[in-house]
C-alpha cells in the first residue's frame, strides 16, 4: 500500500516521525509484519493481534514493557476499527532501529474522536489510553478508503 500521497490528519496537527512515515509509504525499513484480517468485524481479532504483537516484537527484541505498551495500543485500536469503522483490514508492525510503530486499518473515513466519558461509562477510554502509551499517534487517509490509525511507541 502506498500512502506517500494521502493527506496527513493528526491529534496533535503533526505528521507521523518521519521513521513512521517512511515505512507507511511503503519504503524499505529495518522491520515490518503484516496481518491481514479475513473477518473484520470479529471480536476475537483483538487476541490474533494481541499474539502477533507479543510474537513479533519479541522477535524483534522489543523489551517486555514495550511488548505490553503495543498489545494494549493495538487492542485499542483493533477495538476502534471493529466498533467504529466498519471493521479492521489489517495491523502493521514497524520497527526501524529499535523505533517501534503499529498501524490499523480500517473501512470508515471518519476520523477518531475521544470522548468524555463519565467515571461509570463503559467506553470511552481507548483514546486517552493510547494518547498515554505512544510517543504520537494519528491517522491518514490512504487511496482506497477507509483511514489508517498510526501510534509510534518508542
Known amino acids: 500500500m502506498t500512502t506517500s500521497a494521502a493527506p496527513w490528519h493528526a491529534t496533535k496537527g503533526t505528521a507521523p516521525p518521519a ?4 515505512l507507511l509509504s511503503g519504503e524499505p525499513g529495518e522491520q515490518v509484519a503484516l496481518l491481514e484480517f479475513t473477518m473484520p468485524a470479529d471480536p476475537a481479532l483483538v487476541g490474533s493481534a494481541r ?7 519479541t522477535g524483534w527484541d522489543s523489551g517486555e514493557t514495550a511488548v505490553f505498551d503495543a498489545q494494549l495500543v493495538v487492542s485499542e485500536l483493533i477495538t476502534n476499527a471493529i466498533r467504529h469503522g466498519g471493521g479492521a483490514r489489517s495491523l502493521r508492525l514497524m520497527c526501524s532501529e529499535r523505533r517501534l510503530g503499529c498501524a490499523v486499518q480500517d473501512f470508515s473515513g471518519a476520523v477518531p474522536v475521544a470522548s468524555t466519558s463519565g467515571f461509570l461509562a463503559e467506553f470511552g477510554r481507548g483514546l486517552p489510553l493510547i ?24
Open 51 to 57: 499474539r502477533f504483537v507479543r510474537t513479533t516484537f
Open 19 to 22: 521513521w513512521l512515515e517512511a
Open 131 to 154: 494518547e498515554a502509551l505512544a510517543t504520537a499517534w494519528g491517522w491518514l487517509h490512504p487511496p482506497g478508503g477507509g483511514k489508517l490509525v498510526w501510534a509510534a511507541l518508542v
